[in-house]
């Protein structure tokens, strides 16, 4: 998930990219860049660009744990009691509603709401929680980006 979605190479979007760490070089033409005699001189001296790079990774792993805690509290707040609550009594017939919700009618809901939410037919659970981390790692990831170089 994190990987196709989160990809540091796909969030710090620039018109040149001049950080030879984020070229995809292997090895030895990664050091040929940054240390050879006729390294680009648009491309970042080796201090900066490791700097930069180790921004970068931090930035992710903020970004990360702040989505992550956001995806989980939403995910808890969804199976809160009167959540779950609420949304069993919309599922109630006509003829089931003259008469309250008890927990022995509450625990069966729930009991074919989890068999539901297991099944192979719903996505939901794993779309909350994706689609959360994607709007709070997005978010965190561009606030950080902002922030001025320490």
């Known amino acids: 998930m994190q990987h196709s979605q989160n990809s540091l190479s796909d969030k710090h979007l620039r018109p040149l990219e001049d950080n030879p760490l984020r070229l995809n070089?292997?090895?030895a033409a990664?050091?040929?860049v940054m240390f050879a005699e006729g390294k680009s001189p648009v491309h970042l001296a080796a201090p900066a660009a490791i700097r930069e790079s180790l921004r970068n990774v931090r930035h992710h792993e903020?970004?990360?744990r702040a989505a992550?805690?956001?995806?989980?509290?939403v995910m808890l707040e969804a199976f809160s009691p009167q959540s779950l609550l609420r949304r069993?009594?919309?599922?109630?017939?006509?003829?089931?509603?003259r008469r309250e919700l008890d927990d022995a009618g509450a625990w069966g809901m729930y009991r074919h709401y989890y068999a539901?939410?297991?099944?192979d037919r719903?996505?939901?659970?794993?779309m909350l929680f994706n689609e959360v981390y994607a709007?709070?790692?997005d978010r965190v990831l561009r606030e950080k980006q902002r922030e001025p170089e320490a």
């Open 30 to 32: 990664a050091l040929e």
């Open 62 to 64: 903020e970004a990360n």
């Open 68 to 73: 992550i805690a956001e995806a989980l509290r």
């Open 88 to 97: 069993f009594v919309q599922y109630r017939r006509s003829h089931e509603l």
């Open 116 to 119: 539901e939410l297991a099944s």
């Open 122 to 126: 719903q996505q939901g659970f794993a």
């Open 25 to 27: 070089l292997d090895y």
């Open 135 to 137: 709007q709070v790692y």
